[in-house]
């Protein structure tokens, strides 16, 4: 078999799924769609010089049905809620990734918390609101807080403030509906309460009829340490957590993940492709913060390693609905992922500085080094190209272990104002050792 895989993103996330399909003896070639600097130099890989814009999304058509692409494997959030499946599927493209409909679920807040009230799945407490003042009198009625306030829509991760006094949300509120920050993202606000606990990335590939379960694995979203500052896309993942049980994440499985897959398909919304629930574990057991529909970044970096059996296998059979002819298989190892990002990020950063040292942070056994923000400048130097510009990732027999050596790696790559978060898996090595 030689099958052409085209990857749709320019991430950690899509050089960490053409990486892994890359080791698949099935695979012969791969495109990604614009891809980054390690996507630019990665074995059978190449990248494609098109956009995932909608007014894009005929050409990436054409090109796979031009070279005979065998599966789509679409990346980011923002391509799905625009509907980039709905085409591939028309032209009787295979595809991995939930359509429009099915993407909803992530694209609207709104939508999601409505659907989970009516299936009974656990979730803060909430109310959605279409004009500012409706939602100013709801703020003025709280009298616990923080409180939580989110634009419905997608935000690039900024759309959500953790309110502590009734100025902040409500100046959160004139920033979404008044000054029209997101554009449309903000024509809903949800308000909802703050739900206190251990956050955790839960990932399952689905196939429309079934799910299978990822290990647990946790991100670290703010930008410093002790989870001080902006929310960021996330600076780094762990995976498994070793103090999260197998009988937790079978409830989890039963109460949230099969739940809302029902609930979807109830609503003529099948849902194919990556459901990834970011939950918090409450006193009153775990709740959904939010259901995304796609792989988590830098989660999938992490999962990558750890993942044994062959990506393209269950892809393929996700796209088909036959996932229950697949194995799925785990290493027993554990992972962590580090992010070196740009000095300034998730704010103003500068990009264009030359990028040392990754092939000496190969060269330590189990350490990986996916790319994001970088590329090839014209004189074919790798360069800063964004935000997070790496993610170094280490397996190893157990989580202090692979932590070490990911720092380890991390450190032998340098590049102007490198900025890494260093307490990635602490807190779950704390709760662990307790
Ligand atoms: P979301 O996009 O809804 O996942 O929110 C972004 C981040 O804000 C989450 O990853 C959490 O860290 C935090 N967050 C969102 N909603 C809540 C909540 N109800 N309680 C506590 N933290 C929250
Ligand atoms: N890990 C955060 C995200 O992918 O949304």
Redesign the pocket.
């Known amino acids: 078999m030689s099958k052409k895989i085209l990857v749709l993103g320019s991430g950690g996330r899509e050089d960490a799924i053409a990486w892994k399909l890359s080791l698949s003896e099935k695979v012969s070639k791969i495109f990604v769609a614009p891809g980054n600097g390690g996507t630019a130099s990665l074995n059978k890989c190449s990248n494609l010089d098109i956009s995932l814009k909608k007014e894009s999304f005929p050409k990436l058509v054409d090109f796979a049905k031009s070279e005979n692409i065998d599966l789509t494997v679409v990346g980011p959030d923002d391509a799905l809620a625009d509907g980039i499946v709905d085409p591939f599927e028309d032209a009787g493209l295979k595809v991995f990734g939930p359509n429009s409909k099915a993407a909803e679920i992530e694209a609207s807040?709104a939508f999601s918390k409505e659907l989970m009230k009516k299936s009974n799945i656990p979730t803060?407490a909430y109310e959605v609101f279409s004009d500012y003042e409706s939602a100013c009198d709801y703020v003025k009625k709280q009298n616990k807080y923080p409180v939580?306030v989110?634009a419905s829509g997608l935000a690039l991760?900024k759309g959500?403030s953790?309110c502590q006094t009734e100025k902040e949300a409500m100046d959160f509120i004139q920033k979404i509906f008044i000054d029209k920050i997101f554009g449309k993202a903000g024509n809903e606000v949800v308000i909802?309460?703050?739900?206190q606990g251990q956050?955790i990335s839960i990932h399952a590939f689905c196939d429309g009829k079934s799910a299978m379960l990822f290990p647990t694995a946790q991100d670290h979203?703010a930008i410093y340490e002790n989870d001080q500052g902006p929310?960021t896309g996330g600076m780094g993942t762990i995976s498994p957590l070793p103090w999260l049980s197998s009988d937790e994440l079978i409830d989890i499985s039963q109460t949230i993940v099969l739940p809302i897959l029902k609930a979807m398909a109830d609503e003529g919304r099948v849902f194919k492709g990556l459901l990834y629930p970011?939950l918090?574990m409450t006193d009153e057991g775990p709740k959904v913060?939010?259901f995304n529909a796609r792989f988590g970044d830098p989660e999938t970096q992490s999962y990558m390693r750890l993942l044994d059996s062959d990506l393209f296998d269950i892809l393929e059979a996700c796209a088909d609905s036959r996932l229950e002819e697949i194995n799925l298989e785990w290493s027993q190892e554990a992972a962590a992922t580090v992010i070196l990002a740009s000095d300034g990020y998730p704010t103003a950063y500068e990009k264009g500085f030359e990028i040392t040292g990754v092939n000496d942070a190969e060269e330590i056994e189990g350490v990986t080094v996916f790319h994001a923000g970088t590329k090839l400048n014209d004189d074919g130097i790798l360069v800063t190209n964004g935000g997070r510009v790496l993610a170094v990732s280490a397996i190893a027999e157990n989580l202090e272990t692979a932590i070490e050596k990911a720092y380890l790696a991390a450190d032998k790559i340098d590049f102007k104002g490198k900025y890494i978060r260093r307490d990635i898996g602490a807190k779950a090595l704390r709760l662990t050792s307790v």
């Open positions: 807040k803060a939580v989110k991760g959500v953790i909802e309460e703050f739900l956050e979203k929310n970011g918090i913060l939010e």
